[in-house]
């Protein structure tokens, strides 16, 4: 399976099975991690992690404390397409996979700027 990233008229596909999409919260500043696995139905989400709470990063009542980190496991629910805005607020969103992170500027290879950035399992 491969992850596609589409963002400012282009496209780039990435040979993933799983990663995870990491970034600072546009408010509170705080660390955010979502880990994925790219599927024959879509996207499934498979873990979440927040470093903290407030201004809508409540975790919900499933969640554990672990090393500092809220984190839960979602209701399985693979996902055709996952669109993320970019405030300009916050930084970047992060793709990391196989122990190594990069910007989505950094892989579809322009500065992305307030682009929307559209992740889907390539067919």
Known sequence: MSLCLASAGVVKTLALASFTLAWTHSIEKTAWQEDWRVTPQGLELVQARVKGTG???EPPPQA??????????????????????????AGEWRLCADGRCRTLSQIIGHDIGPHPTTMSACE
């Open 55 to 57: 201004a809508g990063m």
């Open 64 to 89: 554990h404390l672990v090393d500092g980190w809220f984190q839960w496991t979602p209701e399985p629910r693979p996902l055709r397409e996952v669109i993320l805005g970019n405030s300009g607020l």
